[in-house]
């Protein structure tokens, strides 16, 4: 369920695997595991609807996935691999970015701590479905300061001043808090959870606000796009506006584009979220993703042996 395909990529290399592909892929190994992300999904079945692959219908392609594996390796062994397996979601800033911000009517039905509430209360849901299917151990990565992204400081009622759109940030931190709380208590509630939360919201705003200590030099405009700061969506000439320019060195740039953050951040922060500690600058914890992996050899031998068995090729598995 992790929708940063990057850091996916960085935290897999840090894993010694692959790149996790996709559930839908045709064909694809799933050796290593199963990627069940959908590009612009939120928590909340109405973000985005009819564009994604919602959270719910993610949570009922890994049900296939359990299923598949109880066939093919027995009920006992399918249990011990869903649970050393490892659970990395992120998922949260598309339904406030257009689910709320971009959705006047969903504005008038909810106050911002209302809504932060129902979409952790879905979250939560979910996560317990994972926890009751015998998953333990989950990764977390948190929302981002969502205001400061090019294409919300360039919505900022005071942009001329170059500020970040406060009020979009004010829901990642409320949403991020929330979490956290969560969190805590279900470590508290359900024997044997366990999990690493990122505060990615500080350790991201730290490198926008000062990018020369990080080995950046611009953390406000996007390398990629139009308009002021970049925030015009148009990098590479595919949107209705086919203008855009694009800066000389994408390795000086916190932002790629309107939305996106740079290769290099995200190779940052995935170093961080392999080895980090729960404590500033990387504030990673309690638990981080290499006290996972460190003890999961038995993961890669017996999902290779389902995915390896000539009838699962011809499988649910695949579409």
Not at 268 to 274: C, I, P, T
Request: net charge negative; glycine share 10%.
């Amino acid at each position: 369920m992790c929708a940063k395909l990057l850091l996916h990529a960085d935290t897999a290399e840090y894993a010694k695997l692959p790149l996790i592909p996709p559930f839908l892929q045709p064909n694809a190994d799933y050796s290593n595991g199963v990627n069940f992300a959908s590009g612009g999904a939120g928590v909340l079945a109405e973000t985005n609807q009819g564009l994604v692959i919602d959270l719910q219908t993610q949570l009922s392609h890994f049900e296939e996935v359990r299923i598949l594996l109880s066939e093919k390796l027995g009920e006992k062994k399918a249990k011990g691999l869903i649970s050393e397996a490892i659970y990395f979601i992120s998922i949260g800033s598309n339904d406030y970015m257009g689910g709320y911000l971009g959705n006047p009517k969903m504005q008038e039905s909810y106050n911002p701590e209302q809504y932060v509430w129902m979409v952790i209360g879905n979250l939560t849901r979910a996560i317990q479905t994972l926890y009751g299917k015998g998953a333990r151990k989950f990764g977390f990565l948190s929302l981002s300061p969502l205001g400061c992204l090019p294409a919300l400081r360039a919505l900022n009622p005071e942009a001329n001043k170059g500020g970040c759109f406060e009020a979009a940030s004010a829901l990642a931190l409320a949403h991020n808090e929330a979490l956290s709380l969560v969190l805590t208590n279900l470590k508290h509630d359900l024997e044997g959870f366990m999990y690493s939360n990122s505060n990615f919201y500080y350790w991201l705003r730290e490198r926008i606000d000062n990018p020369t200590n990080y080995g950046f030099k611009d953390g406000v405009n996007a390398c990629c796009g139009s308009g002021p700061y970049g925030g015009i969506f148009t990098c590479g000439g595919t949107k209705k506006v086919t203008k855009y320019s694009l800066c000389d060195n994408v390795g000086e740039y916190v932002w790629w584009d309107s939305f996106h953050a740079t290769e290099k951040i995200h190779e940052q922060f995935a170093k961080a979220l392999w080895n980090g500690v729960n404590g500033p600058p990387c504030s990673v914890g309690p638990y981080n993703l290499e006290n996972f992996f460190s003890n999961n050899e038995m993961i890669k031998l017996t999902i290779a042996d389902v995915v390896d068995a000539p009838e699962t090729q011809q499988g649910q598995f695949h579409y």
